[in-house]
């Protein structure tokens, strides 16, 4: 094999590990710093009406299962893994979310793409973390990147596009 076949798919394994992707990376960014609109993949859509998920189907997840349990948390611009406290359709509680959290604005926005059961193969979804009342509102002592928040869960909600 010659040397620039072999490169290929540690190049390929480096972009995904950083984050390097077309359709998550590149989400617009309005004024005040928050993620702007986005459809949501089309294999997301049928996978959820597989799945039967219906749109405000939610649960309780942990937002960063780094911080589980904690408070405050911090989150940081760029990928996260959060846990399922409780069942969200055939999702039980400690499936994986992949997503990803931007804190430009005075909320903190999480964005999840993926769920990856405890006893299965990750799938695509579209879901949103959630708090009632500005809960996801950044503590005045962020620092540019990186929201703190009072509590370490929230609640997560199945959504046909990102708005």
């Excluded at 077309?22 to 294999?43: I, L, N, S, Y």
């Excluded at 069942?87 to 039980?92: D, I, Q, T, V």
Aim: net charge neutral; charged share 25%.
């Amino acid at each position: 094999m010659s040397p620039s076949r072999m490169m290929s798919p540690v190049v390929l394994v480096l972009a995904l590990a950083l984050g390097c992707t077309t359709t998550r990376g590149g989400v617009g960014v309005r004024p005040d710093g928050t993620p702007g609109p986005e459809d949501c993949p089309e294999d997301a859509l049928q996978t959820m009406r597989i799945l039967r998920l219906r749109v405000s189907d939610g649960a309780w997840t942990e937002l960063d299962i780094n911080q589980d349990a904690i408070s405050p948390i911090t989150l940081y611009d760029g990928p996260v893994e959060s846990r399922l406290n409780t069942s969200l359709g055939p999702f039980e509680p400690g499936t994986r979310l992949y997503g990803r959290v931007w804190t430009g604005g005075p909320q903190a926005v999480v964005r999840y793409y993926e769920a990856h059961p405890t006893d299965g193969d990750k799938v695509s979804i579209c879901a949103v973390a959630r708090l009632s009342k500005g809960q996801l509102r950044k503590r005045p002592d962020s620092k540019p990147g990186t929201a703190i928040l009072e509590f370490s869960s929230a609640a997560v909600d199945i959504v046909d596009s990102f708005r």
